[in-house]
């Protein structure tokens, strides 16, 4: 099956901890995207990959960082700098950069107390 | 950067209904919009990609339309079912831009 797996689906952590979130796709596509949602909120871009090796900040990018050491793995660390880290988190990806149809993960909900 | 905003917030219909779903976004240089469902507690599910040289899709009971001089997307749905309750999101991007910006989405009910 192709898909994007993403683990584990429910995460609880300490304040102060360090947490990596995975994000695993088969697709065979270029591009990663972390996203964070919060009641009430649409969608808000943290970090995106174009390719292997190469990242930018999105929109919400502080107290998180990313790596792209591999075609298919996208990992999200939400550091304890991340000053409101509770949220549900969602990794998609697209055959290339941004301008294709995003195929999203089944998310991971963290919970940070 | 692209602003999206989509109305109703919530809506519920009997079943059977025909029903519309609106969202408007603020920059007309749209590269492409995709609608997503999103059921309680799960990830998006991909419904329709308009890209921006497309005045519309359609999938089954779906239809979308883009307009991009309004700068205006609609989601019809015919024939609703109870198994169509779910959030529905519109996300455009720009074409200065790579990622989406969504919307807040539509919660819709649809009763029996």
């Known amino acids: 099956d192709g898909g994007i797996t993403q683990s584990p689906k429910y995460l609880f952590r300490k304040e102060g901890q360090n947490v990596t979130l995975s994000c695993e796709q088969n697709?065979?596509?270029?591009?990663m995207y972390w996203y964070r949602q919060d009641p009430g909120q649409g969608l808000r871009l943290i970090y995106y990959?174009?390719?292997?090796?190469?990242?930018q900040k999105g929109d919400i990018a502080e107290g998180y960082s990313v790596s792209r050491e591999k075609k298919e793995s996208f990992p999200l660390t939400v550091t304890s700098a991340q000053k409101n880290p509770t949220a549900f988190y969602l990794c998609?990806?697209?055959?290339?950069?941004?301008?294709?149809?995003?195929?999203f993960g089944p998310g991971t909900r963290l919970t940070v107390t | 950067k692209q602003e999206v905003t989509q109305i109703p917030a919530a809506l519920s219909v009997p079943e059977g209904e025909n029903l519309v779903l609106n969202c408007s976004f603020t920059?007309?240089?749209?590269?492409?919009l995709q609608w997503f469902r999103q059921d309680p507690g799960k990830g998006l599910t991909s419904l329709l990609l308009?890209?921006?040289?497309?005045r519309e899709q359609t999938s089954g009971r779906l239809n979308a339309s883009l307009d991009k001089s309004s700068g205006r997307s609609t989601l019809y749905i015919a024939a609703s079912q109870p198994g169509d309750s779910a959030t529905y999101l519109c996300?455009?991007?720009?074409?200065?831009?790579?990622?989406?910006?969504f919307g807040k989405g539509t919660s819709l009910l649809v009763t029996p």
């Open positions: 990959s174009q390719i292997v090796n190469d990242f």
């Open positions: 998609a990806s697209s055959s290339h950069g941004g301008l294709y149809e995003q195929y």
């Open positions: 996300a455009a991007n720009s074409n200065s831009g790579y990622a989406l910006n």
């Open positions: 308009i890209q921006s040289s497309q």
């Open positions: 697709l065979n596509h270029d591009a």
């Open positions: 920059d007309s240089a749209i590269y492409n």
